[in-house]
């Protein structure tokens, strides 16, 4: 099993320019997690997916981020405009509804907003 | 609220043991601990659910004191891979085992 795939691995980009994470779920997990981790705020949930549906989206700072779930396969989060406060590594994580404990995490991309 | 771990940070030398709390002022269901090493993303330890018993993986095994709202993480004679920064992640609730709130880490570093 390839794990969570996340691309890219690192991204630098300006300021107001839109930024587009992208990830790719352990096949047959039927949960995606969006996280955010940062040293002054730790390890953040931003939304989470079920069967491809978004259940809660309150961890999302703010309505410059949005997240997709097209299929059981990939999904999407996009930052527009960015802003050097976003600057933070996102992961994505997944898990399956029969296993009750785990959630299994991508590598991570590492965001730096100048 | 965001469960409390302590210590923030511990040092030891190779074959020494630790003990990691996480405490939480709300009633909790379950807890579930990660590691995380420099530059990588967090891996699953273990969970343990209200009522269940204390866990073990390896030398590293875990407590739930429901009635204390708290967790504990012992790692026995620790090895140079043990080294990372632990985080508890609990769950109030049965349905918020998807949604976990996560505590800030403990950074554990081992010493030959």
């Known amino acids: 099993d390839a794990g969570v795939i996340q691309s890219p691995r690192h991204e630098v980009t300006e300021m107001g320019q839109e930024v587009t994470l992208r990830c790719k779920p352990i096949?047959?997990?039927?949960?995606l997690f969006w996280y955010r981790q940062t040293m002054m705020r730790g390890l953040e949930l931003l939304i989470y997916f079920n069967n491809n549906v978004p259940i809660d989206d309150s961890g999302m700072p703010e309505d410059r981020f949005s997240a997709k779930m097209p299929n059981a396969s990939f999904s999407t989060l996009k930052i527009q405009p960015s802003e050097p406060r976003d600057s933070a590594v996102y992961f994505c994580?997944?898990?399956?509804?029969?296993?009750?404990?785990?959630?299994?995490f991508g590598p991570g991309t590492r965001l730096l907003v100048l | 609220q965001q469960p409390v771990q302590s210590p923030q940070a511990v040092i030891l030398r190779e074959g020494e043991d630790a003990v990691i709390n996480c405490s939480s002022s709300?009633?909790?269901?379950?807890v579930h601990w990660y590691r995380q090493k420099h530059g990588e993303a967090p891996v699953f330890l273990m969970i343990l659910l209200k009522g269940g018993e204390q866990k073990g993986h390896d030398k590293i095994s875990a407590s739930f004191n429901e009635k204390k709202q708290q967790s504990s993480l012992y790692l026995t004679a620790s090895q140079l891979s043990y080294s990372g920064t632990y985080f508890c992640?609990?769950?109030?609730?049965?349905?918020?085992?998807?949604?976990?709130?996560w505590g800030a880490g403990t950074k554990l570093i081992i010493k030959p």
């Open positions: 992640g609990t769950g109030p609730s049965p349905d918020s085992n998807y949604q976990l709130i």
């Open positions: 994580a997944s898990r399956s509804r029969w296993d009750s404990s785990a959630q299994y």
């Open positions: 709300k009633a909790l269901y379950s």
């Open positions: 096949s047959g997990h039927d949960y």
